[in-house]
């Protein structure tokens, strides 16, 4: 296997005190990312060649949830490293969104709900955890 940095993004929708999550299917494939089924997770995914990351963020979003995101801001990146892999993964913020929620990759979520900051659920994917609690840190 090369030894090779991918690029991941991942994307906080806020609406008011509330985020948005979906739930990665227990049975869920290995796509080559980092490989936790059964987790709650922020939309997002991998970059792909010849797009910006804020396009990619949009286009993640759009095909997994439906909703159209906007007055997006870059908040940071973390490297997200297994014995296998290696992510650098862009941390997104999705200040405005429309559309209806629907969950559109349902191989991949088994659904996508809206969680107040402050009442998580506990098993949350670990690159969006370290995205999680950045951002619920710097907004104290």
Wanted: hydrophobic share 30%.
């Amino acid at each position: 296997m090369d030894k090779l940095i991918k690029v991941g993004l991942g994307v906080i929708i806020r609406d008011g005190n509330k985020i948005l999550l979906g739930h990665r299917c227990d049975n869920y494939k290995d796509t080559g990312g980092i490989y936790e089924p059964g987790t709650w997770t922020i939309p997002g995914g991998k970059q792909e060649y010849n797009e910006t990351m804020l396009e990619g963020a949009i286009r993640e979003v759009k095909e997994e949830t439906n909703l159209e995101i906007s007055e997006l801001s870059i908040f940071g990146a973390t490297d997200d490293i297994q014995p296998d892999k290696h992510f650098v993964t862009i941390q997104i913020i999705a200040n405005k969104f429309n559309g209806e929620l629907k969950n559109l990759e349902p191989t991949k979520h088994s659904e996508w709900k809206w969680f107040d900051i402050n009442n998580l659920p506990e098993q949350i994917y670990s690159p969006a955890k370290k995205f999680i609690q950045e951002y619920i840190k710097r907004n104290k």
